[in-house]
């Protein structure tokens, strides 16, 4: 079982940077896959990130290459999301999830899911 918690949401003006945090329960937090996924008004949830149990394998949604970095670290049982080059279609909430091996685009894959911070970004 893992509890996620999701921060560091919040207003930032376009082109701006932003840092999210998810914090995980439990002792096996370095043997799960982690993705960040995300849903704007009206929209279904979509991808954004995923990374491995060990940090070693990303992928992203190619919306967010090259602008969003996704990262762990599995001493602090937490993974990151840092967001660069904001843009107002990046304005969701932000959600962290949690699977024993996968870490790819398909949410319903996922085991366990954070409650989502709210990112929004002015033009």
């Known amino acids: 079982q893992v509890q996620l918690v999701e921060s560091g949401g919040g207003l930032v003006q376009a082109g701006g940077s932003l840092r999210l945090s998810c914090a995980a329960s439990?002792?096996?937090?370095?043997?799960?896959?982690m993705g960040w996924f995300r849903q704007a008004p009206g929209k279904g949830r979509e991808f954004v990130a995923g990374?491995?149990?060990?940090?070693?394998?990303?992928n992203y949604a190619d919306s967010v290459k090259g602008r969003f970095t996704i990262s762990r670290d599995n001493a602090k049982n937490t993974v990151s999301l840092q967001m660069n080059t904001l843009k107002p279609e990046d304005t969701a909430v932000y959600y962290c999830a949690a699977d024993h091996t996968y870490y790819g685009s398909r949410n319903g894959e996922y085991d366990y899911w954070g409650q989502g911070t709210q990112v929004t970004v002015s033009s």
């Open positions: 990374i491995n149990w060990s940090g070693g394998s990303t």
């Open positions: 439990g002792r096996t937090f370095g043997t799960y896959a």
